[in-house]
């Protein structure tokens, strides 16, 4: 099995480390991941600049390299360049923070696993970390590890279909306090957006964003309450953004004849 392994934290990120260390045994696993700090970068891709490639030093026995793109450039090049073979699986984190809801969509973690799908493979995220505004001491990055080297294998035995990858989330909890794993869809989460404005010592104005989560839905069946609740969060995503449903009502109105109508 050979396994490509990516991230949005920097390919010096403990996720990373201790993902691609829990995966070595499985096969070949070939490391393309950002130089620096690449979180929500979502699903850019680097065209006007030149992307740069360095050995880097993960894990022992794993080939490894730092690439000043983003997330989606190390798959596109893991795959296109720099593997010795075709690549079965193509697994992004541990992400350092959990990536629930409409996240995703931020996420370079999640979108590097939507590059992954997008060029045919089974991808997955996998992010593990404490609830919104709570520390922990010990992020238990083994218990996403060992999930996510079980995941390969079934993934191996398993492939996708084409334009769907994995969305996992993994409590912050040793193994043995891991309830189960469940199905879930992305919750819906409500947010206060945070523009501190501030003032450089030029006395030239900017701004610092954040984000605060208000709430989040409280069904059972989302990736929230799952993790909330103990349990490993899979969430099924696809590529294709169309929304169906109100295409089939355009359709039904007959959106284009109104459009040919209009101004006669
Ligand atoms: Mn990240």
Redesign the pocket.
């Known amino acids: 099995m050979r396994i490509l392994l990516t991230?949005?934290?920097g390919v010096t990120?403990p996720g990373l480390v201790a993902l691609a260390q829990r995966l070595r045994p499985l096969g070949e696993v070939l490391v393309v991941a950002p130089e620096r700090?690449?979180?929500?970068t979502s699903h850019s891709a680097t065209l006007h600049k030149p992307i740069r490639v360095a050995p880097a030093q993960v894990a022992e026995g794993v080939l490894a390299y730092a690439c000043s793109g983003t997330p989606s450039d190390c798959v596109a090049l893991g795959v296109a360049n720099l593997s010795s073979g075709p690549v079965d699986i193509i697994a992004a984190g541990i992400?350092?923070?959990r990536n629930l809801g409409i996240d995703v969509t931020y996420?370079?973690?999640a979108m590097a696993a939507l590059e992954g799908c997008i060029k045919g493979f089974s991808s997955f995220a996998i992010?593990a970390g404490p609830s919104e505004g709570k520390e922990i001491p010990e992020l238990h990055l083994q218990t996403a590890a060992d999930f996510a080297a079980w995941l390969c294998s079934w993934l191996h035995d398993h492939p996708l279909p084409p334009g769907v990858f994995l969305n996992v989330n993994v409590p912050t909890l040793p193994a043995d306090q891991i309830r189960g794993l469940r199905l879930t869809r992305l919750g819906r989460r409500r947010y206060e957006d945070v523009l501190e404005r501030r003032v450089d010592p030029w006395g030239q104005p900017y701004f610092w964003r954040g984000l605060l989560v208000k709430g989040d839905e409280q069904k059972t069946d989302t990736d929230e309450y799952a993790l909330e609740h103990g349990f490993i969060s899979l969430t099924p995503l696809q590529s294709d953004l169309t929304a169906k449903d109100l295409l089939a009502q355009l359709e039904q109105l007959d959106l284009p004849a109104q459009w040919a109508r209009q101004g006669k």
């Open positions: 991230n949005d934290d990120a700090q690449q979180s929500a992400n350092h923070g996420s370079g973690t992010s």
